[in-house]
């Protein structure tokens, strides 16, 4: 297995300056040291509570921002130290589709053009932008009519059918995919997936799939990240994550997950007590230790590492 992107102890901070004296006047600490990896051709899932940081990491990756410390590395290079034609290669080889595929389309222009527009950046003629626009159309379900057409013509579900059209035409190693089918109703998510899970097997690419549905995510991905505040609390095999989670906070996400018949529950459940703290708030320590059932003294101490237990399944968590 070959790692496609590392990610290693990265940090996001933004700082909240004042207007007259620059002064500091807040900090929020979105990432507080997140280490993931994405094997070439696997669905790697990225899960956790709104506002753990899960966009966070998907701009970074993107170089819409920069981090703050710790490294991306693209195929063992740090994307921050290529620069040129190494860069140009980065931006083609790794695409984003986004949760709301209206506002990632430009409404003034017709789809040959928000299609056609990623080939003539990457040097290809009028041509063949036109000829890839029409085929990338045909793969993901759409008519060649929709190529005269303006994203506002089209159903949600078709408007994100254009944006993967968009991402997948200039063949990319990578799709990061943010929450791109939780705007959708639920047969239609499932369609979309579906789609993505073809165009893989054609193409051959990686996926990181956010989201924070872990009963979709373990359905679909190899193997699953668990987000909070900020840090990766466990990451295994999407198996392995549902049937032996470990971290108290996995525990009490997966005893959340609707069931059938809820009567006929017979577990003990637990359930997370309190709101989850903002980014300007961070507990020291484990950030999970003010909510969680199983705190020791050492929690609120030190901050646990995320240490491997068996095979690629760690945890980061004192009682392990
Ligand atoms: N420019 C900024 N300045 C300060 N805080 C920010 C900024 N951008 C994002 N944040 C904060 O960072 C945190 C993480 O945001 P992010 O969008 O990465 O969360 P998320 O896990 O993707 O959430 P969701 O599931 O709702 O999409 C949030 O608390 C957000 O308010
Ligand atoms: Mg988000």
Same mark, same amino acid.
């Given at each position: 297995m070959t790692d496609i992107l590392k990610i290693k102890d990265l940090t996001k901070h933004y700082v909240q300056k004042s207007a007259f004296f620059k002064k500091e006047t807040g900090r929020a600490n979105v990432l507080n040291g997140v280490d993931l990896t994405i094997i070439e051709n696997e669905i790697s899932g990225l899960i956790g509570e709104s506002g753990c940081g899960k966009s966070t990491i998907a701009k970074l990756i993107m170089m819409l921002e920069e981090s703050s410390s710790g490294t991306i590395s693209f195929r063992g290079e740090d994307i921050n130290s290529v620069s040129g034609r190494g860069k140009k290669n980065y931006y083609k080889n790794v695409q984003m589709i986004f949760q709301d595929p209206y506002s990632s389309l430009n409404p003034r222009m017709k789809v040959k053009n928000i299609i056609g527009e990623m080939i003539r950046i990457n040097g290809g003629s009028k041509r063949d932008a036109l000829l890839k626009t029409k085929e990338m159309l045909c793969e993901t379900g759409l008519e060649e009519s929709a190529m005269d057409k303006y994203p506002h013509e089209f159903s949600g579900g078709q408007r994100q059918r254009i944006a993967i059209a968009r991402a997948l035409v200039v063949r990319p190693k990578l799709l990061i995919a943010d929450e791109p089918v939780s705007a959708l109703d639920l047969a239609l998510q499932y369609k979309i997936i579906d789609l993505l899970l073809t165009l893989k097997a054609k193409y051959k690419f990686s996926i990181l799939y956010i989201s924070h549905d872990l009963n979709s995510v373990a359905k679909f991905c190899d193997n699953v990240s668990? #987000? $909070? %505040?900020?840090? @990766? #609390? +466990?990451?295994? /095999?999407? !198996? *392995? &994550? &549902?049937? +032996?989670? *470990?971290?108290? $906070? &996995? *525990?009490? &996400? @997966? +005893? /959340? @997950? =609707?069931? *059938? !018949? =809820? %009567?006929?529950r017979t577990d003990k459940r637990s359930v997370i007590k309190g709101e989850i703290p903002g980014p300007h708030n961070i507990p020291v320590g484990c950030p999970f230790h003010p909510r969680c059932p199983e705190r020791m003294a050492v929690c609120d101490q030190e901050i646990p590492v995320l240490k491997g237990i068996e095979g690629d399944h760690a945890v980061s968590c004192h009682l392990f």
């Open positions: 668990v #987000m $909070y %505040l900020g840090k @990766i #609390m +466990e990451k295994a /095999s999407a !198996d *392995k &994550l &549902l049937k +032996e989670g *470990k971290h108290p $906070y &996995l *525990k009490a &996400l @997966i +005893e /959340s @997950i =609707p069931i *059938k !018949d =809820p %009567l006929h």
